[in-house]
C-alpha cells in the first residue's frame, strides 16, 4: 500500500512487492522529509497517517511518538500547549545586592559572591517568610521588588509579557 501511494507521488520506481527494501525505505525517507517527519525510512504511525493509510487496531494502540516529527515535537500536541514564558533569571550584580541586603539583616554571612548558593537560597528563604512572600529561596521578580532591588530592562519587559 505505501509503495503504491509512493508510486503515485513520483517517489518510488519500483516494483509494488510490499517489502520494505532500500529502494522504498529511500521514497519514504524523500517522502518524510518533505511532509515535516523526521526522515527514518520507516513506516511509523506519523507516517502512515500523513500517507493516508488506514491504520489496523493494533497500529492504533501504538501512540504517535513525538520523535516521529523533524523537530523532535507532536505538531498537534504543541498547538494545543501555550507558550511558556521566559525563565526569570537574576542577574550576578543583583545577586550580590540581595546577599549584601541579606547580610545587613543578620540572615547571611556569607561573602557577596554574586551565586545563589545554598547559604544565599536559606538567607532567601528567612527574607521572604519575614516578608510574607512566597518561600522558593530564588531571587525572583517578586522578592528583587521587595528587596528594593531594580530589574533589569528584560526582566521588566519578560514581567509584561506575564502579565
Known amino acids: 500500500m505505501a509503495q503504491k501511494m509512493l508510486k503515485e507521488k513520483n517517489l518510488y520506481t519500483g516494483t509494488e512487492t510490499g517489502k520494505l527494501d532500500d529502494a522504498t525505505r529511500t521514497a519514504i525517507k524523500g517522502f518524510q522529509s518533505t511532509n ?3 526522515d527514518t525510512g520507516t513506516l511509523n504511525r506519523a507516517t502512515l497517517e500523513k500517507m493516508g493509510i488506514i491504520l489496523t487496531d493494533a497500529q492504533k494502540a501504538i501512540p504517535v511518538s513525538p520523535n516521529s516529527f ?9 498547538a494545543d500547549k501555550p507558550k ?5 533569571r537574576a542577574n550576578k550584580e543583583q545577586i ?10 543578620g540572615i547571611y554571612s556569607g561573602e557577596e559572591t554574586g551565586k545563589l548558593d545554598d547559604a544565599t537560597r536559606e538567607g532567601l528563604k528567612k527574607f521572604q517568610a519575614d516578608n510574607a512572600l512566597k518561600v522558593t529561596g530564588t531571587l525572583n521578580q ?9 530589574l533589569t530592562d528584560k526582566q521588566k ?4 509579557k506575564d502579565n
Open 36 to 38: 515535516g517527519l523526521k
Open 70 to 78: 523533524a523537530d523532535g515535537t507532536d505538531k498537534k500536541d504543541k
Open 84 to 88: 511558556r514564558a521566559p525563565v526569570f
Open 96 to 105: 550580590m545586592q540581595a546577599q549584601k541586603m541579606l547580610k545587613t539583616k
Open 142 to 150: 517578586v522578592t528583587l521588588e521587595k528587596m528594593g532591588i531594580i
Open 157 to 160: 519587559e519578560n514581567a509584561a
